[in-house]
């Protein structure tokens, strides 16, 4: 089975900072990742999909990239609505399988 | 307007069966495959189950792997989730999600449902 880890579990940021989170699988994924944010109360949505395309309809600060076993999601410049926890997710092969998440708290 | 909604989930001892159930609409249902995914209060997300568009493949977390049974209905639009033997670890909130293609494999999660509550305690 495939683990993904994600670093850091947590980070505390102000608005306008860059932000990045990074997700690490445990053997060759190619690009199928996905990243997915959730806000407190509600389901998760995804942002990023194929490792580094936008999902319609999501602000162009966020951004993917990484391909095989190491990826990232950034943002460019964080906005108070940003305030949530995100999750990477690998679909490469079953059991399809997350991250543990990285909640982005305001500083 | 894709809608995904779930209902089934509530509170059951240890050992007992509940069934949950996905209604969709605001697409085409038999053309994509749908999965069941969990989360426990506070914690992460956990995929549970998978099914194809025709039902032909289907998967599971090793965790669930012989108490849970996945089935869909593509005449009635609705996804379905028979949980037996429930353990304590099994409390979560469980998610219903579309899959952006007939077959679950490179793609991913998109829209979720609400959620539907399941808690198994005595």
């Known amino acids: 089975d495939i683990q993904m880890s994600q670093s850091p579990s947590s980070l505390s940021a102000s608005v306008g900072d860059r932000v990045t989170i990074t997700c690490r699988a445990s053997?060759?994924?190619?690009?199928?990742l996905n990243w997915y944010q959730q806000i407190p109360g509600k389901a998760p949505k995804v942002l990023i999909y194929?490792?580094?395309s936008l999902q319609s309809g999501v602000p162009s600060r966020f951004s993917g990239s990484g391909s095989g076993t190491d990826f990232t999601l950034t943002i460019s410049s964080l906005q108070p609505e940003d305030f949530a926890t995100y999750y990477c997710q690998q679909s490469h092969s079953t059991p399809l399988s997350f991250g543990g998440g990285t909640k982005v708290t305001i500083k | 307007e894709v809608q995904l909604v779930e209902s089934g989930g509530g509170l059951v001892q240890p050992g007992g069966s509940l069934r949950l159930s996905c209604a969709a609409s605001?697409?085409?249902?038999?053309?994509?495959?749908m999965h069941w995914v969990r989360q426990v209060p506070g914690k992460g997300l956990e995929w549970v189950s998978g099914i194809s568009w025709n039902s032909g493949n289907i998967d599971y977390a090793d965790s669930v792997k012989g108490r849970f049974t996945i089935s869909r209905d593509n005449a009635k639009n609705s996804l379905y989730l028979q949980m037996n033997s429930l353990r304590a670890e099994d409390t979560a909130l469980y998610y219903c999600?579309?899959?952006?293609?007939?077959?679950?494999?490179?793609?991913?999660?998109?829209?979720w449902g609400q959620g539907t509550p399941v808690t198994v305690s005595s």
């Open positions: 194929a490792a580094s």
């Open positions: 053997e060759f994924i190619s690009i199928h």
């Open positions: 999600a579309k899959d952006t293609s007939g077959w679950y494999r490179s793609n991913w999660f998109d829209p």
């Open positions: 605001g697409f085409t249902f038999n053309d994509y495959a």
